[in-house]
């Protein structure tokens, strides 16, 4: 055992005498690391474990375990098929995942193996469609989602022969991304999965709604659940937990009654008395939603908010084994950490972890693991000793033990209006005070997310290469609460564009940005706030505006967000005027100079490849420097490797031709 932790060693120690910066290639040599479930006993964690085989473009997923005190890490699979969602049986026995490897049954299954080791076997033969799936309290039984398949009139037949069926579309939202067009005739529900008998129950005997989050009670006689029950359920916002006997064709009960999204990770109460789950903001606050800790009792009463003073969006709440707190995730300015609520007094006590994100967790036999990343580090899991967390896994260490990174430094400036805005500034690897560098500004999308402390390859790509990277939490970003959050409800490309300016000129102003060496950029709401941006200044170099759109008015009903433009905007014949006032960087293309590439991929629902497409032949129209990416079989958030590692490429190619001249690159 000596011998061979030394032999581990030696790499670290030789890559620590000769860091180098961040490269293009170390793409594929990231090893993401997700999903830990602490085991019952507390003394494993399993998580999944991805690599990237570049030869056959495509990324594998394999579940590990490793042991609490960290000296055993196991590879628990390793078919060339991916493997995730991985569960601990109650009494520990068994570990159960899902993935489509062949085998008795096609498509997604629950396969199961002997923690102690032997082959894995497939668990279940479904003909739907899985989603996700939980053990009962006496391992025993398993709750699963499922949802029936379109049955294609091709099956069966020979190739020549086959005759793809019409889609046909009956309701509101009728499109989502990576999912496609939405029939209205297929929706997800709840069965118990018997695994003596291997019989399959329907718990519900509803086909008309869509279920999820099943979360069994402490004595396994009934399912908590999240659905949208409503007359109109399609045509708003709003879920509620319901409760149902755990037996075949069960009546729900219906627990909450906020007009908004109650659901979220469902936690019961040791006793089975209470259920926790996440509230969310008012309807109509679709894309500013920020969710608030409550409880509910399980045989129905009134629901209790616990973290309304608070201010900020929790997630994913569990009860302590003695029932008296709730642990929650908080994502607060920059970072996000646990926090923990007593149910008595109300007090919220939060971990101090520093600068990271903790971005998920498992509890277990009074064990913590938590998947945590840095500025500087991709994410791994942690154990919590207290508030002070132990690496467990280092899938990533030699990786970056030989990489040179720089600062990241918080900053914060004021707007022309007075409102204080956040962000960060990541330095170059060599970079010097007192010289002005040519920066980057990368816009997160969401609105509704913020740039954390957590790793990011691209921002430290582009310091690697040379440049300054600014990151605005432009209002409408959350942590920093509600009313900054829906500051632009309705009123795009305004405030956002001013906080993203003012930031701009405190980097210049610092002397820290280059002004005649300014590029800007980003991916969905990043790539829309891009295009708002350049319409508004030509003081940018470059632009890269990413899955992005700037004539409104056609992504009504192009998109998945049609519930949003009804709620906030108004239908385009009733509200024309602010139709055409949110789509101005399209209706004044021609004061755009600046210029900008457009990419998105081809199978793109959530924002569609039509939005850069029109901004494109806008700006080839008035011969303005521009370029149309389109990505063959992409989603909004892109999958395979090699166009992953491409549009890096051309990122960089993009801002070194423009920002730097032909053949130059910020390094230089």
């Given amino acids: 055992m000596k011998t061979f932790l030394l032999a581990l060693s030696l790499p670290l120690l030789l890559a620590a005498q000769t860091k180098r910066p961040l490269s293009l290639d170390d793409l594929s040599k990231l090893h993401p690391v997700s999903d830990p479930q602490v085991s019952p006993d507390g003394q494993w964690v399993a998580y999944t474990m991805s690599t990237t085989d570049a030869a056959a473009d495509k990324r594998d997923t394999d579940v590990w375990m490793i042991s609490w005190d960290g000296k055993q890490n196991i590879r628990v699979t390793s078919s060339p098929d991916a493997e995730s969602s991985p569960r601990w049986s109650p009494d520990g026995k068994w570990l159960t995942f899902t993935s489509s490897r062949p085998g008795k049954a096609k498509g997604n299954q629950i396969w199961a193996l002997d923690r102690r080791g032997g082959e894995a076997f497939q668990l279940t033969e479904f003909k739907q469609n899985l989603s996700s799936y939980t053990w009962s309290p006496d391992g025993k039984k398993i ?54 008998t291997k019989k399959l129950d329907a718990v519900t005997d509803s086909k008309d709604f869509d279920e999820s989050n099943p979360e069994w009670s402490p004595d396994g006689t009934k399912i908590a659940f999240v659905s949208r029950r409503t007359k109109n359920w399609d045509r708003e ?45 008012d309807p109509k606050l679709s894309a500013y939603n920020q969710t608030k800790l409550a409880v509910v009792p399980a045989a129905g009463g009134p629901a209790r908010l616990l973290t309304a003073a608070l201010d900020r969006n929790v997630s994913a709440p569990s009860f302590s084994k003695d029932g008296k707190s709730i642990q929650f995730l908080v994502a607060d300015d920059r970072l996000e950490y646990p926090a923990t609520v007593d149910l ?40 919590m000793e207290g508030s002070t967390p132990r690496q467990l896994t280092g899938h990533n260490d030699e990786l970056f033990a030989g990489l040179q990174f720089g600062p ?36 997160h999308g969401g609105p509704n997310g913020q740039d954390a402390h957590a790793w990011d390859f691209e921002r430290q790509f582009f310091a690697a290469r040379g440049y300054v990277v600014m990151n605005v939490n432009y209002r409408g970003s959350n942590g920093r609460g509600q009313k900054y959050q829906d500051a632009i409800f ?21 002397g820290i940005a280059d002004p005649d060496k300014l590029g800007i950029g980003g991916w969905s709401y990043g790539g829309i706030l891009t295009d708002y941006t350049i319409a508004t200044t030509t003081r940018f170099k470059a632009a890269i505006s990413g899955a992005g759109s700037a004539n409104q008015l056609t992504m009504y009903g192009t998109d998945q967000y049609t519930y949003q433009y009804d709620t906030e905007i108004g239908p385009p014949w009733k509200n024309q005027d602010a139709w ?73 190619a993009w801002y070194d031709k423009w920002i730097m001249g032909e053949g130059k690159r910020a390094s230089e």
């Avoid at 709750?143 to 091709?154: G, M, Q, S």
């Fill in 490 to 510: 309705g009123d795009w490309g305004n405030k956002e564009v001013m906080d993203l300016l003012a930031a701009v000129d405190y980097a210049v102003k610092q």
């Fill in 143 to 196: 709750a699963v989602i499922l949802r029936d398949k379109d049955e294609p009139e091709t099956e069966g037949k020979p190739a020549g022969e086959a005759k793809p069926k019409p889609i046909v579309i009956d309701r509101y939202h009728f499109k989502s991304d990576g999912e496609g067009y939405l029939s209205g005739n297929n929706h997800a529900r709840i069965f118990i999965y018997d695994l003596a």
């Fill in 237 to 281: 916002n709003n879920s509620d937990v319901f409760v149902v006997d755990a037996k075949p064709n069960s009546t729900p009960k219906q627990l909450t009654t906020f007009e908004g999204n109650d659901g979220g990770r469902l936690s019961w109460s040791p006793d089975g008395k209470l259920i926790a789950y996440t509230q969310g903001s």
């Fill in 344 to 383: 008595a007094t109300g007090k919220i006590t939060r971990m101090e972890v520093g600068k990271r994100v903790i971005s998920t967790y498992s509890m277990n036999a009074g064990h913590l693991a938590v998947l945590s990343s840095s500025d500087d580090r991709s994410a791994e899991i942690f154990a």
């Fill in 580 to 652: 055409i006032k949110i789509s101005y960087p399209f209706f004044h293309a021609d004061r755009i100079k600046t210029p900008t590439l457009y990419m998105g991929g081809q199978s793109d629902f959530n924002v569609p490849i039509g939005g850069g497409e029109q901004m494109y032949q806008a700006l080839r129209s008035q011969e303005v420097p521009t370029q149309l990416i389109v990505y063959p079989g992409q989603f909004h958030g892109f999958t395979r490797p090699s166009f992953i590692r491409d549009r890096m490429e051309r990122y960089i």
């Fill in 408 to 443: 990241t430094e918080d900053f914060l400036c004021k707007t022309e209006d007075g409102t204080e805005v956040h962000g960060l500034l990541v330095y170059p690897p060599d970079y010097q005070r007192g010289r002005k560098y040519p920066m980057l500004l990368r816009i």
